[in-house]
């Protein structure tokens, strides 16, 4: 009986890895293989290897949080699997839907949901966690948009990223051992900055690792059924699957938006996402790649299109009378030197930049991650409301 | 200056019918089509590429190229010219905000934004929100 119930838990667990591997690879590799600087197996591979050392060293803290501090009690066999298919419906949904669904406020909410229902939520861990979840996207998004303000213009104009046609590396082979030399078209800033992509990717695979191996898993970890090391590898292991297979799709979609953005800006966004992915891992809170990710994006957006105008006016969302005189200015200027094109209506106003990131729709953006953990939440604790001899 | 009529387009099919039926129901006025490029999104990848430009207005032209471009083509097969016209962020505020300039807005009653749960979420239904603050007539194509 228990072995079956272990074996249904690892399918779980398969699928819930499986699905994690789809999503967090497309946001890995997406803009390094948007811009054809590795193919796709390449980047599943890298993937798997580094998703893996991030599970065994780091995700360990995680681990501990989910399987051990967020209940009183440890969860049972029966109660984990019930969590693992709850999780699995928040994937499932968003995947369906194309609803961002962050995979660690689900499993927090699943299980938080399962306490509520028998009385053993450890509300100080709970607390902890939140509080973390309200600070982290607050802090991508500050230095999302300390780096669009001030800090991007000046790199982009320093920093070309390139990618010449031909491989990148050529081998010469006429001596005893095989030297490399660079590609007909290659130029050593080219190399520099595909080594770059390479190792951020990596770097980020190493914090998807940290954070969401043990999602996957820590539900069977709690009672004992599993061990920690075979479960990070039943993870790895499944995460790997996804990454080889579906993220093809996901590194288009999810990738593709991303390679919408400059490479240098996505590179920025996920140093960011991975660095603030890491540190929290780190600390046994368990987070989401996407979260940091997001915050990160819109805020260098953010601060990049509200740069003519002082974070203060940008906020209260008025810009100061000067700025209206020189708006008015410049669209004289463009009129006079640029002609529109032919056919093209005569604007009564110049397009604003600040448009794009109205507060209206920042706080919307916000909202779209507080329904995902709730919903798991109610569905686990009405779940094991109704059926009490699971919990 | 005679009768302008609006006809907001997106990538969507219903907008490509609601200006055929702009032009074959006014086709002595003036008509602007307009498009919104840096819309909402899950991650934001349109709105903030556009936010990193140097020069806004070259980007959107450029983003809302592909579909101005079919715009032109179908005005051509009913042998009239349009005016073209780019605003960016949320579509349903751009589009009322431009609207005190013209007589009439022509539109689809559902586009690409209602293709997933998210974009709806984020974007809304942009032609219930015209029906609701426009201030002039509006004519909803289905």
């Given at each position: 009986m228990?072995e079956?119930?272990?074996?249904?838990?690892?399918?779980a667990?398969?699928?819930?890895?499986?699905?994690?591997?789809?999503?967090?690879?497309?946001?890995?590799?997406?803009?390094?293989?948007?811009?054809?600087?590795?193919?796709?197996?390449?980047?599943?591979?890298?993937m798997?290897?580094?998703v893996?050392?991030?599970?065994?060293?780091?995700?360990?803290?995680?681990?501990?949080?989910?399987?051990?501090?967020?209940?009183?009690?440890?969860i049972?066999l029966?109660?984990?699997?019930?969590?693992?298919?709850?999780?699995?419906?928040?994937?499932?949904?968003?995947?369906v839907?194309?609803?961002?669904?962050?995979?660690?406020m689900?499993?927090?909410?699943?299980i938080?949901?399962l306490?509520?229902?028998?009385?053993?939520?450890?509300?100080?861990?709970?607390?902890?966690?939140?509080?973390w979840?309200?600070?982290?996207?607050?802090?991508?998004f500050w230095?999302?948009?300390?780096?669009?303000?001030?800090i991007?213009?000046?790199?982009?104009?320093?920093?070309?990223?390139?990618?010449?046609?031909?491989?990148?590396?050529?081998?010469?082979?006429?001596?005893?051992?095989?030297?490399?030399a660079?590609?007909?078209?290659?130029?050593y800033?080219?190399?520099?900055?595909t080594?770059?992509v390479?190792?951020?990717?990596?770097?980020?695979a190493?914090s998807a690792?940290?954070?969401?191996?043990?999602?996957?898993?820590?539900?069977?970890?709690?009672?004992?059924?599993?061990?920690?090391?075979?479960?990070?590898?039943?993870?790895?292991?499944?995460?790997?699957?996804?990454?080889?297979t579906?993220?093809r799709?996901?590194?288009?979609?999810?990738?593709?938006?991303?390679?919408?953005?400059?490479?240098?800006?996505?590179?920025?966004?996920?140093i960011?996402?991975?660095?603030?992915?890491?540190?929290?891992?780190?600390?046994?809170?368990?987070?989401?790649?996407?979260?940091?990710?997001?915050?990160?994006?819109?805020?260098?957006g953010w601060g990049?299109?509200?740069?003519p105008?002082?974070?203060k006016?940008?906020v209260?969302?008025?810009?100061?009378?000067?700025?209206?005189?020189?708006g008015?200015?410049?669209?004289?200027e463009?009129?006079?030197?640029?002609?529109?094109?032919?056919?093209?209506?005569?604007?009564?106003?110049?397009?604003?930049?600040?448009?794009?990131?109205?507060?209206?729709?920042?706080?919307?953006?916000i909202?779209?991650?507080?329904?995902g953990?709730t919903?798991?939440?109610?569905?686990?604790?009405g779940f094991f409301?109704?059926?009490?001899?699971i919990? | 200056?005679?009768f302008?009529v609006?006809?907001?387009m997106?990538?969507?099919?219903?907008?490509?019918?609601?200006?055929?039926?702009?032009?074959?129901?006014?086709?002595d006025?003036?008509v602007?089509?307009?498009?919104?490029?840096g819309?909402?999104?899950?991650?934001?990848?349109?709105?903030?590429?556009?936010?990193?430009?140097d020069?806004?207005?070259?980007?959107s032209?450029?983003?809302?190229?592909?579909?101005?471009?079919?715009a032109r083509?179908?005005?051509?097969?009913?042998?009239?010219?349009?005016d073209?016209?780019?605003?960016?962020?949320h579509?349903?505020?751009?589009i009322?905000r431009?609207?005190?300039?013209?007589?009439?807005?022509?539109?689809?009653?559902?586009?690409?934004?209602?293709?997933?749960v998210?974009?709806?979420f984020?974007?809304?239904?942009?032609?219930?929100?015209?029906?609701?603050?426009?201030?002039?007539?509006?004519?909803?194509?289905r």
């Amino acid at each position: 009986m228990v072995e079956t119930v272990l074996i249904v838990g690892v399918i779980a667990s398969l699928f819930v890895g499986f699905n994690i591997g789809g999503s967090s690879t497309g946001i890995a590799w997406g803009p390094a293989v948007g811009a054809g600087l590795l193919k796709k197996t390449t980047a599943a591979g890298l993937m798997t290897v580094f998703v893996f050392l991030g599970g065994w060293t780091v995700g360990r803290n995680v681990m501990d949080t989910l399987s051990g501090d967020i209940i009183t009690i440890e969860i049972s066999l029966a109660a984990g699997v019930a969590v693992l298919f709850f999780i699995g419906l928040g994937i499932l949904i968003a995947n369906v839907f194309g609803v961002p669904v962050p995979t660690s406020m689900t499993t927090v909410g699943a299980i938080a949901g399962l306490g509520l229902a028998t009385g053993t939520v450890n509300y100080e861990t709970i607390a902890w966690i939140l509080s973390w979840w309200i600070v982290t996207p607050i802090i991508g998004f500050w230095i999302g948009a300390f780096i669009g303000r001030y800090i991007y213009p000046e790199l982009n104009r320093r920093v070309g990223i390139e990618n010449s046609p031909g491989p990148l590396l050529t081998f010469d082979r006429s001596g005893g051992l095989p030297t490399p030399a660079l590609g007909p078209n290659t130029t050593y800033r080219e190399l520099v900055s595909t080594i770059v992509v390479l190792i951020v990717g990596c770097y980020m695979a190493f914090s998807a690792g940290a954070s969401n191996v043990p999602n996957a898993v820590a539900p069977l970890v709690s009672s004992g059924a599993l061990e920690p090391n075979p479960a990070i590898l039943i993870a790895t292991v499944a995460i790997g699957l996804g990454g080889f297979t579906i993220a093809r799709r996901t590194m288009e979609s999810v990738g593709g938006e991303l390679s919408d953005i400059p490479l240098l800006a996505a590179l920025i966004v996920m140093i960011t996402a991975s660095t603030i992915t890491t540190v929290l891992s780190s600390m046994g809170i368990p987070i989401s790649l996407v979260m940091g990710s997001v915050m990160t994006i819109v805020g260098l957006g953010w601060g990049r299109a509200t740069r003519p105008v002082t974070v203060k006016e940008a906020v209260a969302g008025e810009a100061g009378e000067s700025e209206i005189a020189m708006g008015a200015l410049t669209a004289e200027e463009t009129a006079g030197t640029q002609p529109r094109p032919i056919g093209e209506a005569e604007r009564s106003e110049v397009l604003d930049a600040r448009d794009l990131f109205n507060p209206g729709a920042i706080i919307k953006y916000i909202s779209m991650w507080i329904i995902g953990p709730t919903m798991s939440t109610a569905l686990a604790y009405g779940f094991f409301v109704l059926v009490p001899g699971i919990a | 200056m005679g009768f302008r009529v609006l006809v907001p387009m997106d990538d969507s099919e219903m907008a490509e019918r609601a200006l055929e039926y702009a032009l074959e129901t006014h086709p002595d006025a003036d008509v602007t089509v307009l498009t919104v490029v840096g819309v909402p999104s899950m991650l934001m990848g349109d709105a903030v590429s556009l936010a990193l430009e140097d020069d806004l207005d070259e980007a959107s032209r450029e983003h809302a190229a592909p579909v101005l471009k079919r715009a032109r083509a179908v005005a051509a097969d009913h042998e009239q010219e349009i005016d073209t016209t780019v605003g960016v962020g949320h579509p349903a505020r751009v589009i009322v905000r431009d609207a005190d300039d013209y007589d009439v807005i022509v539109m689809g009653s559902h586009g690409e934004h209602s293709a997933d749960v998210t974009r709806r979420f984020l974007v809304g239904n942009v032609a219930r929100d015209v029906f609701r603050r426009s201030p002039i007539p509006v004519t909803s194509i289905r």
